[in-house]
């Protein structure tokens, strides 16, 4: 395998695990955003899978849209302007060297953010 390949093998093993994650915690997740989504407006679920592998036990907290701008990240910043809350959630992990990896999680069962 060239450099490139593992780089890419690398990835896309980290997403399946983030993936699966996300979909184990999906009502627990979409719960917690709705609420806060009702509380402080667009934002995302900030995941903080750099302190510890992602577990039971994962630290996640809300940002608001303001709040995620300090990150400058381009990925994000659309995702938030652009996610639609009646019918998904937007979920950013924080990785190591901080990297950041954007996800637009459909809502389970259309329960809807608003």
Same mark, same amino acid.
């Given at each position: 395998m060239t450099p490139e390949s593992n780089i890419l093998? $690398? +990835?896309h093993m980290e997403t399946e695990k983030d993936l699966?994650?996300?979909?184990?915690? &999906?009502? /627990?997740?979409?719960?917690?955003?709705? #609420?806060?989504?009702? /509380? +402080? #407006?667009? #934002?995302?679920?900030?995941?903080? $899978?750099? $302190?510890?592998? /992602?577990? &039971?036990?994962?630290?996640?907290?809300?940002?608001?849209?303001?709040?995620?701008?300090?990150?400058? &990240?381009?990925?994000?910043? *659309? $995702? *938030?302007?652009?996610?639609?809350?009646?019918?998904?959630?937007? *979920? +950013?992990?924080?990785?190591?060297? &901080? *990297?950041?990896?954007?996800?637009?999680?459909?809502i389970p069962n259309q329960e809807g953010l608003i």
């Amino acid at each position: 395998m060239t450099p490139e390949s593992n780089i890419l093998a $690398a +990835v896309h093993m980290e997403t399946e695990k983030d993936l699966s994650w996300i979909h184990h915690h &999906d009502s /627990l997740l979409s719960s917690k955003a709705c #609420g806060w989504f009702k /509380l +402080v #407006g667009r #934002g995302a679920i900030l995941v903080d $899978a750099a $302190a510890k592998p /992602l577990g &039971d036990n994962s630290l996640f907290t809300y940002l608001n849209q303001e709040e995620f701008e300090r990150f400058a &990240d381009e990925e994000v910043n *659309l $995702a *938030l302007e652009t996610y639609i809350p009646s019918e998904e959630f937007v *979920l +950013v992990m924080l990785k190591l060297q &901080d *990297l950041l990896h954007t996800y637009r999680i459909q809502i389970p069962n259309q329960e809807g953010l608003i």
